[in-house]
Structures are given as C-alpha cells and as structure tokens.
C-alpha cells in the first residue's frame, strides 16, 4: 500500500513535470477560461444584482470546461512510445489513476485561481469575503470534476475520437455535482456563507473514488 502511494505521488510528479516544460493543458485552459469570462462580461449588460446572480453558475461552466481540457490529456499523453504499457507494467492501476488525478486537480486548481480575480475584476463582485469558504467548494468541487474525468480519460483513451467522447460522458456524469457547486458559489458570492449543501460534494467525491479506484484496474486492463 505504501509503496502504492509512493508510485502515486511520483506519477503526480513526473505529469506536473512534464506539463510545467509544455504547458500543454494548462496555457490553453487558462486562456479559455480567460477568453469565455472576458467575452460574457462585454456580452450582456447586467447590473450587480444580477451578476450575482448568475456568479455561481458562470464560473462553474468555464472550471466544468477547462476541466475537461485537463483531463482529456491526462492519458492521451501517455500513447507515443507505448508509455502507457510501461507505466500498467511497473505500477498498480490504482497508483497510475491515484497519481494522475491529484496532477490534474493541481492544474484545474490553478486555472481556478488565476480565472477567480479576473472573474472579481470584471464583473465587480467581492469574492475575498467568504475566501475560505470557497476554496472549500473549489477544492472539492474539482476532486470530484477531475476524479470522474481521469476514470472517462482511460476508458477512452484507445477511442479514435476521444476528444468528442469525454466531454460527451463526463458532462452528464458531473451534473449533481455542478448543480451543487454552483448553488453554494452563488449564495457564497452573495455574502450567504452557508455551506449546507457541502454534504452533496463529499458523497459525491467519496462515491465516485470509490468506484473508480475499483474499476480502473480493469479499465487499465482492457
């Protein structure tokens, strides 16, 4: 088990590595993200009221698709030089998954908090109040976004068109849990630090890593 976490962390390690040297995945994350709150800021002419309002559930849709942008690269980097099989053969499948979750939820954090003061910056809304809460939601949020987008990043990666595929499985998958971030983003913006629905995120997350450390040794497999 120990030697299982240790092969995980260094799997974390060498993606964040290799990501760090390319900038891959998250130079284009960022700028998504960047371009799609840039554009709906000039987009609709909205008072504070009302982009507060809609606060929650725009930042959620920009983190759901620069989320996706992530992990549809977590395996697909793995093809050339059949890397893949290297890794399947020195480590276990739960390690592999395990270690390429925790790089993707670095990378999708960080494109979190470099979006969140531009997003405060352009839409006029104090976000700094109820900081902590809301790194609170990012975080697991993002687990539950990465954990869920890893899994459907192996199942597809040997798929021809794998960029059409992930987005297609994956959005479905993370409705409750969007539906829950967004609500407590928006009511957390709105100075209503309530974090009642913060149980929807943990069930979410533990279920889903449940039953993807479970599956993935035979996903890896196949």
Do not use: H
């Amino acid at each position: 088990m120990r030697q299982g976490f240790a092969a995980a962390l260094a799997i974390a390690g060498k993606d964040l590595r290799t990501e760090w040297r390319t900038r891959e995945s998250i130079n284009s994350s960022v700028s998504f993200a960047l371009v799609i709150l840039v554009l709906f800021s000039f987009a609709f002419d909205l008072d504070r009221e009302e982009k507060l309002a809609i606060s929650g559930g725009l930042l959620w849709l920009v983190y759901a698709f620069a989320g996706a942008l992530i992990v549809n690269r977590s395996f697909a980097r793995e093809i050339p030089n059949d890397c893949l099989e290297v890794l399947i053969s020195s480590a276990r499948g739960w390690a592999i998954f395990l270690g390429k979750s925790i790089a993707c939820f670095v990378l999708l954090m960080v494109v979190e908090l470099i979006s969140l003061p531009i997003f405060g910056l352009f839409y006029n809304i104090n976000w700094t109040g109820s900081l902590f809460a809301l790194l609170l939601v990012m975080a697991l949020s993002s687990w539950g976004v990465t954990i869920v987008g890893t899994a459907l990043s192996a199942i597809t990666v040997n798929v021809r068109l794998r960029e059409l595929m992930l987005p297609v499985l994956l959005y479905p998958l993370m409705i409750p849990l969007l539906i829950g971030a967004m609500e407590m983003t928006t009511g957390l913006l709105n100075g209503n630090a309530v974090l009642s629905d913060i149980r929807l995120l943990i069930v979410y997350d533990v279920m889903f890593t449940a039953i993807a450390l479970y599956l993935i040794e035979f996903i890896l497999v196949i």
